[in-house]
């Protein structure tokens, strides 16, 4: 049954023009039947009437508005002709409903219009005497409300099309729009990636690099030093393999999956971990936290871990020889505070704010990013006496 229903909708015209054929053919025989049964001839004026109607029905939904003026047109010929009304003049209806449902709003002002006069029109045109006026005019009425219906139950079927098809048009155009989103997404997440693939790089090579310079400096007179830095160098290196094959991972997909599948998040805690390797490297650093610790959340805490990382790494990169360090971590009611200097004498603040000796880095221009990102403010310059000093209030809440 499925297959026959999909046949007949992929087939509309042929459907309308085998009802054409049975309409044209009950009309011949009841008229053939009803002069033979009055004793005259069929007249001819009937059979081109009934083909015009059978073929109203049959491209009804092809080309309705000229079916429709079609239609008036065989109306008018009838009431001149006086054809009276046969099983054909059903095509009049079929087409008001048509043009209701699929055609122009002028055709379905003017079938709405020929419905309602239709009956009325045929009434006075075939009066008949014997029933009197009252039943003349019921009649009327009678044979005005099935046209009446047909129109209202085709504009219906309009509006309902026409609400489908909107509901269809919003559907798409929330499809493209979370895809829209999507890629925006998409497009931040390998955004953050690519700033945690600076903060991985720029620390573990610097540490790396720090190491190896120290190794070639002492290997001759104290090997043990140098298979201790080679050791960092080793595990540092490891480290930051293991970090990049997960972010790399990521871009690799073009998928955008959540951060912890894929990318290391530190946090607080691990800042600890982050000044011993520092200090395992040669860089002098005094870490202390002032206040209660307590879980913060997650962007609070990778934003204070990279600030310290990125400080850290600016500190051993830029601060010259025989420089130190300093890490305060302080809990507030309603945020974290970071403190980082230095009493480094190498490049001056410009350097810094570019990123590097290079220009290449993010630098501070990253650090302010991330502060930013979670609504906080950063304080960073030079210190007085030499030395730098970067600054970090970072709120529970972002700011609105």
């Known amino acids: 049954m499925q297959r026959l229903y999909d046949f007949l909708r992929r087939h509309p015209t042929g459907v309308d023009s085998f009802w054409a054929v049975v309409l044209l053919v009950i009309t ?65 209806l079929l087409i008001v409903y048509t043009v209701a449902a699929i055609g122009a709003r002028w055709a379905s002002r003017l079938a709405l219009a020929m419905g309602l006069c239709a009956a009325s029109v045929a009434q006075i045109r075939w009066y008949n005497d014997d029933v009197g006026v009252a039943n003349n005019i019921a009649g009327a009425v009678f044979q005005t409300v099935p046209f009446a219906l047909a129109w209202v139950l085709g504009d219906s079927m309009r509006t309902r099309r026409a609400y489908f098809t909107q509901l269809e048009e919003r559907a798409a155009r929330l499809e493209r729009e979370r895809e829209a989103q999507a890629k925006v997404a998409v497009a931040a997440e390998r955004a953050r990636i690519a700033r945690e693939l600076h903060d991985v790089v720029a620390h573990n090579v610097s540490v790396m690099v720090v190491q190896a310079d120290g190794a070639a400096y002492v290997i001759d007179a104290a090997p043990d030093q140098a298979k201790k830095a080679l050791e960092t160098i080793s595990s540092t290196g490891r480290q930051a393999l293991a970090e990049m094959r997960r972010l790399l ?47 913060l959340p997650s962007g609070v805490e990778l934003t204070a871990y990279r600030i310290v990382q990125e400080a850290l790494t600016n500190t051993r990169k830029h601060g010259g020889p025989n420089a130190g360090a300093s890490v305060r971590l302080v809990y507030f009611d309603d945020g974290l505070g970071v ?60 700011a609105h």
């Open 28 to 92: 011949v025989m009841g008229e053939a039947g009803r002069q033979a049964a009055e004793g005259t001839d069929a007249p001819m004026r009937i059979i081109p009437v009934a083909l015009l109607l059978a073929l109203v029905v049959a491209l009804r939904r092809r080309m309705p508005e000229k079916m429709l003026v079609l239609a008036v047109a065989l109306g008018l010929a009838q009431l001149v002709l006086d054809v009276e009304t046969m099983v054909a003049d059903f095509a009049l």
């Open 339 to 398: 403190l980082v200097e230095d009493d480094g004498k190498g490049a001056p603040h410009e350097l810094y704010e570019e990123g590097g000796l290079d220009g290449q880095g993010h630098g501070l221009i990253g650090m302010r990013e991330r502060v930013g990102m979670v609504g906080g403010t950063l304080d960073a310059g030079p210190r007085a006496g030499g030395g730098f000093r970067i600054s970090a209030l970072l709120p529970l809440k972002p």
């Open 249 to 295: 991972g990521v871009l690799r997909t073009g998928e955008h999956q959540e951060a912890g599948e894929y990318v290391p998040q530190p946090d607080v805690r691990q800042i600890e971990d982050l000044v011993e390797q520092c200090r395992g490297s040669g860089l002098p650093v005094d870490f202390k936290v002032e206040g209660t610790p307590r879980p």
